[in-house]
């Protein structure tokens, strides 16, 4: 871990991995509380969308970066900086298989980001086929899912960049309803894995590849029937009729990527620290990041993965929760050891070859 000047921002990354169970972050924006924190100790926290949409509900953090998982590991990898914005011009696509009803409830949360919140978007676009996504579960319970026309998907983003002039891409598709599945059944009561998580990080993905510019995603579906037993991690998703809201929050104000640094973009070299749950420590950012920066494993945020720290051989502090890594996270920051704030303290030995 390199040693980074005090008079530099603290810099944290915040990762709570997509469609594996998190036990925090793993339902409707329920990891937010989780960032409201982090950034009130760090100068500059990098998170997700995952972390950040809370579908009807969403806060503004102003030393937050809303930054896609593609471009998250990009920039991880020394690749892509990041350039703060003051307001994305923000351009929405539409999947064409999403029915009038339904289609017409996602433009009207698109108007009333417009009126209620001073959003800047662009005119819509309808992609010029159904995308017909399908939803998959891999066998340590992960959920991914695949896009049967990308291609159209594509259209639609290229239009709005080159066009109408379109500086970040929100996508509404329309995702299976399987109202009676055992998988839908258990993640609102706060068990099992989100169904639609994995599905949605593979259309984000394939814009940031294509294009280079920030892209969040909304499911389309209909409303679920009422449930008096639904649990608070996943409630946000049933007081509305889409998810929108929160995507176009957090991208009027995602960082742009950029290649040719400038001052006062954020870079790699500049973390500090990264949190992630401590089951989950093979996603390619984590990797990136580890020989420079402070790694921080939750053991408390359980997920569907097994891939602790030690069985990659890295470097990383486990805590129990995120209330422990906040404080080692002030630790950290203050240039504290934290093995002084312990109790105890063993004393200093000889080293073994002198």
């Known amino acids: 871990m390199s040693a980074h000047s005090l008079q530099q921002p603290y810099t944290v990354v915040l990762i709570v991995p997509t469609g594996v169970g998190a036990a925090i972050g793993g339902y409707a924006g329920d990891a937010l509380p989780v960032a409201r924190a982090m950034a009130q100790v760090a100068d500059c926290l990098i998170t997700h969308p995952n972390v950040l949409n809370g579908a009807q509900l969403y806060w503004n953090l102003p030393n937050v970066l809303y930054v896609e ?57 309808v992609t010029d086929a159904p995308l017909n996504v399908s939803l998959k579960t891999a066998v340590s319970g992960a959920t991914w899912g695949t896009i049967q026309n990308p291609d159209s998907l594509l259209r639609a983003a290229e239009v709005l960049i080159t066009q109408a002039g379109a500086e970040a891409i929100a996508v ?39 294009f280079q510019i920030p892209c969040a995603h909304a499911p389309a579906l209909l409303p679920l029937p009422l449930d008096p ?101 002030v630790a950290h920051r203050a240039g504290i050891c934290s093995t002084a704030l312990k109790p105890t303290i063993a004393p200093l030995h000889r080293w073994k070859d002198c």
């Open 69 to 125: 998982g593609y471009g998250l590991d990009q920039f991880a990898a020394g690749r892509w900086g990041l350039r703060s914005v003051r307001q994305n011009r923000v351009g929405l696509v539409l999947d064409q298989g999403i029915e009038p009803d339904l289609m017409v409830r996602q433009l009207q949360a698109a108007d009333a980001a417009r009126a209620t919140l001073g959003l800047n978007l662009t005119e819509y676009v």
């Open 172 to 210: 509404v598709a329309r995702f299976p309803d399987d109202l009676s599945s055992d998988a839908l059944q258990r993640y609102r009561h706060g068990h099992g894995v989100d169904p639609l998580a994995g599905a949605e990080a593979v259309i984000s993905h394939l814009i940031v590849r294509t």
């Open 229 to 329: 037993d639904i649990s608070p991690r996943s409630a946000a998703e049933e007081i509305g009729y889409t998810f929108l809201p929160c995507v176009l929050v957090g991208l009027s104000r995602a960082p742009q990527f950029v290649t040719a640094p400038q001052r006062d973009d954020v870079w790699a070299n500049q973390v500090d620290a990264i949190v992630v749950p401590a089951t989950a420590c093979g996603g390619s950012a984590l990797l990136s990041l580890s020989s420079r920066s402070l790694v921080i494993a939750v053991r408390d945020n359980h997920t569907a993965m097994q891939v602790p720290p030690e069985a990659l051989n890295l470097p990383a502090v486990q805590v129990e929760s995120y209330l422990e890594a906040l404080g080692l996270l």
